[in-house]
């Protein structure tokens, strides 16, 4: 079962091929056959109308992998292949306990996250949104001139130097930045070869109250789960931007708002926010300081289809009792 119809057919295609070609029991000279199901309005309900009787499902979507479709599937679901390097949206306990094995789709997307990132701090920056804004109501040069912020010679703060982190930090070398901090449970090879500098977890409030812009690339968990909060971003300065491609439960909105209005901080680049969508009357909407994208970091055609096809690839490995490529641990 195929959770949405924008996976790219690629998915569809090694699936059907494979899984028919492919799962001979040579014992019982039987040879399984393949139907993928795919579906075209993504919501619980549509999904549980279908889910009864898979083996595996190609999980392409945020809605929950709760207990009522794990229920309604049937015990014969074997392999789940989540389309996203996050995971949090489903009980991987849970999941595990049924029998199911599980991968993930992590690092084929580092680059396109990490682009959109700074994609995301510059157009916040630079005020891209109060710029059109102002082209669109007739008006060219405002009194204050849309003056920006410089990310050459600023000092970046990293909340996560994973792979989208590490990606982050080297695409920002070349705005040639001053310094980059970064945080997290440990100090990374990668920040060495990077030229970062590790700020422990328990000193991380230099590094908020230090970086001009600050970047959050860590998972959601309930250790992350509204980290940046209050005391968060009164602790930036007034100057600095801050962009998050995570999660939306990693910042605490109405704080992060609070700290817009009020000039706590400068500008904010978000491709992930609380809820998802956002309602179109969400106050973030109504702030010029706001870039704010649809949860699309990962949506170029080349990291969708890498995603969909190591995706596939997890799950045929999975029902042929292979181990998985990219397993969650
Ligand atoms: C991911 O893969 O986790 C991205 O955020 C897209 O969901």
Known sequence: LITNSYVPNIAADLLKECVTNCIISLHLFIIFSCETITIQNETKEEILSHIRGVSALLWATHIGLDNELLDAAGP?????????????HIDVAEIKKRGIKISNTPKVLNA??????????LAASRRLREGRVLIESGRWNPSDWLLGQDIAGSTVGIIGLGGIGSAIARRLLAFEVKQILYTGHREKPEGKELDAKFV????????????????????????????CNDEFFSKMKKTAVFVNTSRGQVVDQKALVKALKGGQIFAAGLD???????????ELLTLPNVVLLPHWGSATVKTREAMAKLTAENIIKGLKGEPLITPIP
């Open 76 to 88: 014969q679901l074997k392999m789940l292949g989540l389309m996203s390097a996050g995971y949090n």
């Open 112 to 121: 396109a996250v990490a682009d959109t990132a700074v994609l995301l701090a």
């Open 200 to 227: 422990p977890l328990n000193e991380s409030d230099s590094l908020i109250k230090e970086s001009d812009f600050i970047f959050v690339s860590v998972p959601l968990t309930n250790e992350t789960e509204g980290m």
């Open 272 to 282: 992930v926010m609380t809820p998802e969508p956002l309602p179109v009357n969400d």
